[in-house]
């Protein structure tokens, strides 16, 4: 199982040191859990994590190698400085930042060839949704980027469901439902690990997790709190699947 901690652009160095003393008084060693905080603490999740049962990642990475593209920071950066993992196409930098599907795709084949774990990041907008289009959107951008994969890396792409609507809203996804989304996933990126993201918190984590496809869990808000982030670690433990 693997639990993501998306920061967003929160936190502070002050929060990473509250969540090292937290998480790594107890550990669970078949829950997998990645801290993401903003880039700058990246260098302090290293020293503070590296070689610990907490794994840490970035939230984006540039779809070019080094070179003339300033405020970006290329993927064998993040590599140097031991990230596991990077979150690639959060719906908020396809809004915010114009990301299309096909720039996500690049971007996570610069992640797979610089050893990082990409976390694709899809999901349907709230009108998509009523229009019935969800289908056919989230297909599509996970089909972007798989054929962009060379197939021996396939496996190692990590895909997040994450409904627009349900981000930051409150209004999480009936966990059902999100796992019928995920099985449609499944049925084109077989060897993936998909999770649910929106809303996820103490409370929904177990009914979440308790579904056939969701094999984890990208959380926002709700993991910056150390012990909100410590009981849905320990939620998961019990779901143990
Ligand atoms: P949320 O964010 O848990 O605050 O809804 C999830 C995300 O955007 O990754």
Request: glycine share 16%; aromatic share 10%; proline share 6%.
């Given at each position: 199982m693997l639990l993501v901690a998306n920061w967003k652009m929160n936190g502070s160095l002050d929060l990473l040191l509250q969540m090292h003393k937290i998480l790594l008084a107890?550990?669970?060693?078949?829950i997998e859990t990645v801290l993401c905080p903003p880039f700058i603490y990246l260098p302090a999740a290293q020293g503070l994590f590296?070689?610990?049962h907490i794994a840490y990642g970035a939230q984006d990475v540039s779809?070019?190698?080094?070179?003339?593209?300033?405020g970006q920071i290329c993927a064998k950066m993040l590599s140097q400085l031991a990230c596991d993992y990077v979150i690639i196409g959060h719906s908020e930098r396809r809004q915010y930042?114009?990301?299309t599907d096909i720039l996500i795709a690049h971007k996570c084949v610069r992640a797979l060839d610089a050893g990082l774990i990409p976390i694709l990041c899809v999901g349907e907008n709230l009108a998509q949704k009523q229009h019935g289009q969800a289908q056919t959107i989230i297909l599509a951008q996970v089909q972007t980027v798989l054929d962009s994969l060379p197939a021996d890396k396939v496996s190692r792409l990590v895909i997040a469901y994450e409904p627009i609507w349900a981000i930051g809203t409150?209004?999480?996804?009936d966990p059902r439902l999100a796992n019928e989304v995920h099985s449609w996933i499944r049925a084109i990126a077989p060897k993936s690990r998909i999770l649910y993201g929106g809303s996820v918190n103490a409370d929904n984590i177990r009914a979440f997790l308790s579904q056939?496809?969701?094999?984890g869990a990208l959380i926002g808000?709700?993991?910056?709190?150390p012990d909100v982030l410590m009981q849905m670690i320990s939620a998961a433990n019990e779901i143990n699947k």
């Open positions: 107890q550990s669970y060693p078949q590296s070689g610990s779809d070019q190698d080094y070179g003339a593209y300033t930042c114009g990301e409150g209004q999480a996804a056939p496809n969701i094999d808000g709700a993991a910056l709190k």
